[in-house]
Structure formats: structure tokens, C-alpha cells
């Protein structure tokens, strides 16, 4: 069983930026692969970005591509999502998820952290 927990959010003005980082606990996060989602109010959740379990491997949702960045520290068990530029239309809760491959499916999946950002 893997923990995830979330945190870093906040409200921001639009161009601002934040970091957020998602912490496991039950195993170490080595062997898997890290992604963020997000649902903004009224919408359904979607794929922001993805790690690969070397770290290599990165994808992202063509709306932040350029302006978000997700990286990963295995020795702290911590995955980052480094958000610039941040829009009005980035607010959103966002979500870290897990999966181990070759498996597709995102097993475990934290609660959550608000990211609000004002115009």
C-alpha cells in the first residue's frame, strides 16, 4: 500500500508560481510511474503530467506544456510539480497517482491540494 499526500497549494494571482510535492509512505517510489491530474469545479478530472519510474520520460498535457514541470526525488519519495506562469484557468484540486509498470492503471492517488488562481 502506498500513502500519497499532497501539498504546496494556494491562491495566486495569474503569472504567479508554485510548487507543489506529493509524498509517499508505505514504499518507496522507485519503481513507479508518477503523474499529476486535476479537476477544476463542474469538470472531469485530466491528465496533467507523468514520470517515468529513472526519471526520464516526461509528458505533458498540452496546456501546461512549457509552463510546468514535474520532476522526482526518490531519496526523499517526493514527486514535484513546478507550475509558472499560472492562469486563471490552472485553478484546479490537483492530484499525485502512482502506478507500477507494465501495468496502466494509476493504483493509489493522494487527496489532494487547491491551487486558486486570481485574474
Not at 477544476?40 to 491528465?47: D, N, Q, Y
Not at 519519495?77 to 507494465?102: F, I, W
Request: proline share 3%; with cysteine.
Amino acid at each position: 500500500q502506498v500513502q500519497l499526500v499532497e501539498s504546496g497549494g494556494g491562491l495566486v494571482q495569474a503569472g504567479d508560481s508554485l510548487r507543489l510535492s506529493c509524498t509517499a509512505a508505505g514504499r518507496t517510489l522507485g519503481s513507479y510511474t508518477m503523474a499529476w491530474f486535476r479537476q477544476a469545479p463542474g469538470k472531469e478530472r485530466e491528465f496533467v503530467a507523468t514520470v517515468g519510474w529513472n526519471g526520464y520520460g516526461t509528458n505533458y498535457a498540452a496546456s501546461v506544456k512549457g509552463r510546468f514541470t514535474i520532476s522526482r526525488d526518490d531519496a526523499r519519495n517526493t514527486v514535484y510539480l513546478q507550475l509558472n506562469s499560472l492562469k486563471p484557468e490552472d485553478t484546479a484540486v490537483y492530484y499525485c497517482a502512482a502506478r507500477l509498470p507494465p501495468g496502466r492503471e494509476y493504483m493509489y492517488w493522494g487527496q489532494g491540494t487547491q491551487v486558486t488562481v486570481s485574474s
